[in-house]
């Protein structure tokens, strides 16, 4: 199959997917104001969300390593669409939770089977490049997310934006399931062993990088519409706009970071680490913008320009992973790093609302931006760690220097 098909299936894939999860982040609002909540309380339902995800990224990893990723990536993106109904359909707080977490665990499909298409079907001299681009369909799925519900949420309600979320959903569900056919199709592994994985010194340190800008990440996408609306006065759907401009500003960033992760020269591994490392401190130093900036204008251009790094650094991230392990592990070793995203996304948003009630947004900024710092050490120990052994490849998982 030609690569440009496979990018850009993959891409249409991801795109549904993240309109389907990240529609959960936009309606934030309306689920405040239709169940009553408190900012820790919406905190709590992100939270069941990132928690479905994670609770099932490792057995989504290893089912798509054993058995490929077209079957996996079809159902799964089926039952995102349910999900979406489920939220729709919730009558009740609880009931919003139980919703969120089903749509949330679906969504663990996403990134173990689009890294593995990508890894398993691009040249080696174009894959952080397609990454990048394959990226952008969660930027966009969310940029895209924001729009629909609040727009629709004025015409008519927020449970139509869900409908239509899933029916973009089972839509390209059948033109992957016709269209995407891997070159591996028929190949299947043993499953992977995650506990030689996690034994991989620089795939550990960038696992904990991860956890750290995956909870400034995430938080970040689940209270600026509510941040612009309480703190700054920006009506729903001017602070909606802004979500969106900061998701388009963090497509920029993966497919600049992707194409720069391929034609800069030295080691892949350094090479990638760095740009990964420039992506920290950018968040570090924008975080603490927006917890100083109060005139509306300068924090929209905040935002706009604190999304180039905080939501564009994913790509680069899953890059630099897939210099630490082999490709047939890219299921396995996508879910472990996703999981790290991810889990840092569970005490994240309730800790930031919960801060803000007693203590004010300033902390609450000021603490992403701590943790985007803490990332920084730890990125910088993938990068200075000695080089994989290349010779531990055909034997084991783990292709960097391992613990004893």
């Not at 990508?118 to 894959?127: A, C, E, L, P, W």
């Not at 320009?305 to 890219?330: D, Q, R």
Request: hydrophobic share 50%; net charge positive.
């Amino acid at each position: 199959m030609k690569q440009h098909r496979t990018i850009s299936l993959v891409f249409l894939w991801q795109l549904a997917a993240s309109i389907c999860y990240y529609a959960v982040f936009a309606a934030t609002p309306f689920f405040r104001d239709e169940f009553g909540l408190t900012g820790t309380t919406v905190g709590f339902a992100v939270t069941m969300l990132t928690l479905g995800y994670a609770v099932f990224l490792l057995p989504f990893g290893a089912i798509t390593d054993r058995y490929g990723e077209r079957r996996i990536l079809t159902a799964g993106l089926i039952g995102l669409a349910g999900g979406s109904l489920l939220v729709s359909f919730a009558g009740s707080y609880m009931m919003l939770l139980a919703g969120v977490f089903v749509l949330g665990s679906l969504y663990g499909t996403a990134m173990p089977g689009t890294n593995k298409a990508i890894f398993g079907n691009i040249s080696v001299d174009r894959q952080n490049l397609a990454t990048g681009i394959k990226q952008v369909g969660v930027t966009a799925g969310s940029g895209l997310s924001a729009v629909l519900l609040t727009n629709v949420a004025e015409i008519a309600f927020w449970e139509v934006g869900f409908y239509l979320a899933a029916a973009i959903a089972l839509g390209v569900a059948i033109v992957f399931a016709i269209s995407y056919t891997p070159s591996n199709e028929d190949r299947t592994t043993e499953f992977p062993s995650f506990r030689v994985l996690f034994r991989n010194r620089p795939y550990r340190s960038l696992c904990i990088a991860g956890w750290f800008l995956g909870a400034a990440l995430f938080t970040t996408v689940g209270y600026t519409i509510i941040y612009l609306n309480e703190s700054l006065g920006l009506s729903v759907v001017v602070s909606g706009l802004v979500l969106a401009g900061l998701q388009v500003s963090g497509s920029v960033g993966r497919i600049v970071t992707g194409w720069l992760s391929d034609t800069l020269p030295g080691e892949p591994r350094r090479r990638i680490g760095k740009i990964l490392a420039v992506q920290a401190v950018g968040s570090t130093v924008l975080f603490g913008g927006v917890a100083f900036v109060e005139q509306r204008l300068a924090a929209i251009v905040v935002f706009v320009a604190l999304g180039f790094f905080i939501l564009g650094f994913t790509g680069v991230y899953y890059s630099c992973l897939a210099t630490l392990v082999p490709n047939t592990k890219m299921g396995g070793a996508t879910a472990g790093g996703q999981l790290a995203l991810t889990s840092g996304a569970l005490l994240a948003p309730p800790t930031f609302g919960f801060i803000a009630e007693r203590f004010g947004y300033r902390m609450s900024w000021l603490l992403l931006a701590g943790l985007s710092f803490l990332s920084l050490l730890f990125v910088v120990r993938v990068i200075v760690t000695p080089p994989p052994k290349t010779s531990q490849s055909s034997k084991t998982t783990c292709t960097s220097p391992c613990d004893d």
